[in-house]
């Protein structure tokens, strides 16, 4: 049932959004849930961990990344 939901959906434009570590946040695709201390200067305002991927249905967010950001000082 898994894996026919999976490529109906896919086949109607289903697409997880690509959203890795170290990648600027922007807030049109990722919400912030919490921000901790960046572990290195460069994560600064950066996404440094991801708690839930993103999807898109097309070309229209469905659902946002929910992520974690590094602090600026």
Known sequence: IYK???NILTAKGLKKMETKP????NDEFQEAITQIPAP???LAGKIVD????GYYLGEKVIRFAK??????E
């Open 4 to 6: 026919k939901l999976k």
């Open 22 to 25: 170290g990648d600027e946040f």
């Open 40 to 42: 290195e200067k460069k």
């Open 50 to 53: 991801i708690v839930e991927p």
């Open 67 to 72: 992520v974690v950001t590094g602090a600026k």
